[in-house]
């Protein structure tokens, strides 16, 4: 199965991660370190891209998250166990909330899973 993960967890540490959106990518971490000390929220976004999903370095517990969907079809950034799920239209941009609880979270894309 091809999986996909956004990790919240309240350590930073840095791995790029680039997972594939129904293709033949592994699956992919991401790590979050808590936004709490300067409250200046860095922009964290989600793109998709070639069927792809670009995810940043860390993603802060209830970080508002951008979503760009750079292909010409609708995806979807869904976790497994639907503590979100987020629709975006071909070329369109969209925000969600993380999840307050750290950890790991697998995602995917509703439109291309296999
Ligand atoms: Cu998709």
């Known amino acids: 199965m091809k999986r996909a993960a ?5 350590l930073l540490t840095a791995a790029f991660a680039l997972i594939a959106c129904g293709s033949d990518t592994d699956s992919s971490t991401v790590t979050t370190t808590p936004a709490d000390d300067t409250g200046n929220a860095e922009a964290v976004m989600i793109v998709i891209k070639d069927f792809a999903f670009e995810i940043p ?3 802060g517990p209830g970080t508002t998250v951008t979503v ?3 292909d010409q079809v609708e995806h979807s950034v869904t976790a ?3 503590t979100f799920d987020v629709e975006v239209e ?7 909330t993380a999840p307050e609880e750290s950890g790991t979270y697998d995602i995917y894309c509703t439109y ?3």
């Open 6 to 10: 956004l990790l919240l967890v309240a």
């Open 57 to 59: 370095d860390s993603v």
């Open 68 to 70: 760009r969907n750079d």
């Open 80 to 82: 497994r166990d639907d």
């Open 90 to 96: 071909a070329g369109e941009t969209v925000t969600f």
């Open 112 to 114: 291309h899973q296999r």
